[in-house]
């Protein structure tokens, strides 16, 4: 069987994906001769990003435009007095009505670990439901003159199987959609 594009798993893996997962994967795909990793080089997340926004703009979604504060996209965190906002963080895409989350790395998300940041960060903002993770399937880059591939999909999709298998750090989301581009 040939290898789909993108690779993606939903957690928890006992429910069944629901469909707004399923459209933002066709989203994703649509977009693979800009966006996959495999094939296209020096890819970051805010060309992806570009990429998929006018798909996911006509799914619902807010996405980040650019780097400017107007450009951004700040979600509530804590508030303090008279219910003023105190802290916000920012992701990349949110779709308001069903309260998803997105986030999307590339090179950082492979050896920064960014994966935990991701899911710490969102899971913080108010309202969150779901969260959405993209990283890339294989992030190519040298080290000491020598190239080094590091499998970045496979190893994010570890850490939530371990996270949702253990069963000591239980995630806020009713369900996060992983996917490799």
């Not at 069987?1 to 006992?14: D, L, N």
């Not at 990429?51 to 996911?56: D, E, M, T, V």
């Not at 499998?151 to 490799?180: H, N, T």
């Amino acid at each position: 069987m040939a290898e789909s594009y993108p690779s993606w798993k939903y957690y928890p893996t006992r429910d069944r994906p629901p469909a707004w997962a399923r459209a933002f994967v066709d989203v994703v795909r649509t977009n693979r001769d800009e966006t996959d990793s495999a094939v296209v080089s020096n890819l970051n997340s805010d060309r992806v990003l570009a990429h998929l926004r006018p798909g996911l703009e006509k799914l619902g979604y807010r996405v980040e435009t650019g780097k400017k504060k107007d450009e951004r996209i700040g979600l509530p965190v804590l508030f303090g007095e008279a219910g003023k906002e105190l802290v916000r963080y920012e992701v990349d895409a949110v779709h308001d009505e069903l309260k998803v989350l997105v986030e999307i790395e590339a090179g950082r998300g492979a050896r920064g670990n960014a994966v935990y940041r991701d899911l710490v960060r969102a899971s913080l903002i108010v309202d969150a439901r779901f969260l959405v993770l993209g990283v890339m399937s294989e992030y190519r880059h040298k080290s000491g003159g020598k190239p080094i591939a590091v499998k970045s999909y496979r190893d994010a999709r570890d850490q939530l199987d371990a996270i949702y298998a253990s069963q000591r750090l239980r995630l806020p989301f009713e369900g996060v959609l992983l996917f490799g581009y």
